[in-house]
């Protein structure tokens, strides 16, 4: 991610305030493995005609998805271009990529409802719009890419549109779908594509990035928001901002005292959220990110009863999004989590 030199006209509920959105973005950190592989197969002649990219939230995986599509719209699947998958920025697809031009690539992601508020779903609407995208004419490269921003975010209806397009692929198409939680997809879909997984960053890639992108923070600062981040570069950002290291300190202390929640001081931190911008939005993202992690960090050592806890995060995932979908007030959300995470830790122990 790199500074905006200028603005962009174009709406974007996923850009980071101040910050390249991933279109525009050329630099891809700590993801070598991942890249060399995908590299591998285009610059063969004979990629998959689906990935799934696949990793926790901010840690590349749209930066990666749009590299593949710049690479692919620019040279086609041979070898002419960079071993990397570079395209130089000045490139006529890389600009047409940039500005969201490109003929050759269609996005697909959560829209707006009528009320101009983001969509809980990824609706089947959507996801019809590949049949008439690939059955278009290819453009002058004779590739077109899609990209499906996040494939889980998709309803039952849109699952089963995608599926029956990955039945019967189109040739000279790539269709990248990113997941946060692969596992909510059918295993249908899981199946019929080539699978790449991103990992997150350690703490000194992160800090590296925060003192190039965000240079007032100083050094105490980096190291605390490194830590907090999970190695993922998109919260990390988020996290420099405001009040972002405040309100992850309190959902890590959510979770530290699941067991016992204090029920007064979440109804006075829930009118503390009510009063800031994006508050319960960006708690509900340092939460579900620290319970993740914490997840993780379990099941390398005892993963006994973990799926009570795979389950809490689940069912917190889906009311925050409710919440912000149905506009709820914050002191019902944050009771219902702190319940959540005390019966989760009351059958399968502390975290």
């Known amino acids: ?3 905006r030199s200028k603005p962009v006209e174009i709406v974007e509920t996923d850009r980071l305030e101040g910050f390249a959105h991933p279109r525009e973005t050329h630099r891809l950190i700590g993801q070598d493995e991942a890249l060399a592989r995908a590299a591998r197969a285009i610059r063969s002649g004979k990629p998959p005609q689906a990935w799934l990219i696949t990793g926790p939230p901010g840690i590349g995986k ?3 998805a749009y590299r593949i599509a710049r690479y692919l719209l620019a ?3 041979t070898a002419e271009g960079p071993a990397d998958l570079s395209v130089p920025e000045n490139d006529a697809a890389s600009i047409q990529v940039a500005s969201a031009s490109h003929p050759g690539m269609l996005v697909l992601k959560r829209g707006l409802n009528d009320a101009g508020k983001l969509m809980t779903v990824l609706s089947v609407e959507e996801i019809r719009k590949l049949g008439g995208f690939f059955g278009m004419t290819s453009g002058a490269g004779g590739w077109r890419v899609a990209i499906v921003d996040t494939a ?3 309803n039952d209806a849109a699952a089963n549109a995608l599926l029956k397009l990955l039945e019967e692929p189109p040739s000279r198409a790539m269709l990248l779908l990113i997941a946060n939680v692969p596992g909510r997809l059918l295993p249908t879909i899981r199946s019929r594509c080539q699978r790449i997984n991103l990992r997150p960053l350690d703490d000194s890639a ?3 990035e925060l003192k190039a992108l965000v240079p007032e923070l100083d050094a105490k600062e980096r190291a605390s ?3 907090l981040s999970g190695g993922s570069i998109g919260l990390a950002l988020q996290l420099a901002g405001g009040e972002g290291v405040s309100l992850a300190g309190e959902a890590d202390d959510l979770i530290e005292h699941a067991a016992v929640p204090d029920f007064p001081a979440l109804m006075s931190f829930a009118d503390k959220l009510n009063r ?5 939005d960006n708690f509900g993202t340092f939460l579900s990110q620290a319970l993740m992690d914490r997840i993780r960090a379990r099941a390398t050592k005892n993963p006994a009863r973990l799926d009570r806890w795979i389950e809490a995060w689940e069912k917190l995932e889906r009311n925050f999004t409710r919440t912000a979908g149905l506009h709820l007030d914050p002191r019902q959300t944050l009771l219902s989590s ?7 830790s009351q059958r399968a122990g502390t975290l």
Do not use: N, P, Y
């Open 1 to 3: 991610m790199a500074k």
């Open 75 to 77: 040279f086609g699947a």
């Open 225 to 227: 928001i490194a830590r």
């Open 206 to 208: 992160v800090e590296a």
């Open 62 to 64: 749209a930066t990666f």
């Open 152 to 154: 889980d975010d998709m």
């Open 276 to 280: 800031m911008t994006d508050g319960l």
């Open 338 to 344: 702190a319940r959540t995470l005390s019966d989760a």
